[in-house]
């Protein structure tokens, strides 16, 4: 009998699987997620010099994407930029640590980048171009004063020539040597209209050349991801790694989508300016847009693979069954020495969060999840980032999780 009972209990233990692997797909991560390098070599003596390759490779990734023209910058600042500044800054291109799979012929490197500069010259460009400095109504309400001073000028002027023109007869009757008041305010009145138009040539001028410039500074940009110059930068990583080197870039549209990026966004922030750290703290909780909690119960359905593609578009049937596709929530710490006194009496920690970190299907469906590094989750990232100030050194740890 109980025997029996143990065949029953078996069978429906594993129709329960069964109907459970059916409603839902489990997601397996890959193992580059786990430790950032994927090997396989037979000689373990190759495996020492991993982790100083991928050091040097993901520093000159990052002074690659950071390179800029120092005479089209100079051009458009008024002032120098300092060196010290420039590293502080947030305008530039953001890159994520890489994902680094080996093979025995090449090495795969994924990168997260965030192209932040693009978006500063593109506005600096709309407002120096030359068809918006003369169609744009806000540009042209700046102009309203001059165009008044211009009218002005223009019907006093009228009325001067009208009176000349009257006047002119005689005195050239007359041969006088000497010249009436009227002619005079004419001649000063010519000298004003044309120093006029001469300062709004040379606005039209300066607004023209700023928009070549900013032209030439996205074109700079968007060559950086184009194959033709990422090969200078694989002959370098093919020395350090004697072998063939591939790149998969992934451009990000938003900075909170990466856990990488958007640490390093807040300590280049405190490290510029740590008074103001609670500040930089809540303008972030306010840019990150977390998905809605409605959807969180929603389970993906393998039958929409039969529907008609005629009837519905691919989105509507892949698209939604696409695992950790939104973002559910982040986690931002901040600790060490970031008191606002110049002397570092003691430590202090700041925290903000935004949504939840909780695996949706573990938590909320009740089914099992894959577990990295033992006890990181599968939909989380994780970031542990370290710097310094002139009174002291911080870390900072930030969490993304998706849906």
């Not at 090997?39 to 991993?50: E, R």
């Not at 799979?101 to 990168?111: M, P, W």
């Not at 120093?195 to 607004?207: M, R």
């Amino acid at each position: 009998m109980l025997n029996l009972f143990k065949l029953n209990y078996n069978k429906k233990t594993e129709n329960k699987q069964i109907n459970q692997l059916e409603k839902h797909n489990k997601h397996y991560p890959s193992a580059v997620r786990e430790w950032n390098n994927s090997i396989y070599v037979f000689n373990k003596n190759a495996l020492n010099l991993v982790p100083q390759a991928t050091v040097l490779a993901i520093k000159l990734i990052k002074s690659y994407f950071n390179i800029y023209s120092y005479k089209l910058e100079r051009e458009i600042r008024s002032s120098r930029l300092l060196l010290r500044l420039r590293r502080l800054s947030s305008h530039k291109i953001y890159v994520s640590n890489g994902e680094f799979k080996h093979t025995n012929n090449k090495v795969v490197i994924t990168l997260y980048l965030f192209n932040r500069q693009i978006l500063n010259f593109s506005k600096k460009l709309i407002k120096s171009s030359y068809k918006s400095w003369w169609n744009q109504d806000l540009i042209v309400k700046r102009l309203d004063i001059l165009l008044k001073r211009r009218q002005l000028i223009e019907s006093k002027a009228l009325q001067y020539i009208d009176k000349l023109n009257k006047k002119i007869i005689l005195i050239n009757r007359l041969e006088l040597h000497t010249e009436s008041k009227e002619i005079l305010d004419y001649k000063n009145l010519s000298k004003y209209l044309e120093i006029f138009y001469k300062k709004l040539l040379k606005k039209s001028l300066d607004k023209y050349f700023l928009y070549c410039c900013n032209k030439q500074l996205i074109y700079i940009n968007e060559h950086k991801f184009n194959n033709i110059y990422l090969q200078f930068l694989k002959k370098y990583l093919e020395k350090i790694y004697n072998k063939n080197v591939e790149f998969n870039l992934v451009n990000l549209r938003r900075f909170f989508f990466n856990s990488d990026i958007l640490s390093e966004s807040i300590t280049l922030k405190i490290r510029k300016n740590r008074r103001k750290i609670l500040k930089i703290l809540n303008t972030l909780k306010r840019k990150v847009k977390v998905h809605n909690k409605k959807n969180l119960y929603y389970q993906p359905n393998s039958n929409k693979l039969k529907i008609n593609f005629d009837k519905k578009p691919l989105q509507t049937i892949v698209l939604k069954d696409i695992k950790y596709k939104h973002v559910t929530g982040f986690r931002i710490e901040a600790r060490g020495r970031l008191t606002r006194r110049y002397t570092a009496s003691r430590s202090i920690s700041k925290l903000r969060y935004k949504g939840n970190l909780l695996n949706v299907d573990s938590s909320y469906r009740g089914l099992s999840s894959v577990l990295l590094k033992g006890n990181l989750k599968s939909n989380l990232q994780y970031t542990k980032l370290k710097s310094k100030t002139r009174i002291g050194s911080f870390g900072v740890k930030g969490w993304v999780s998706g849906n």
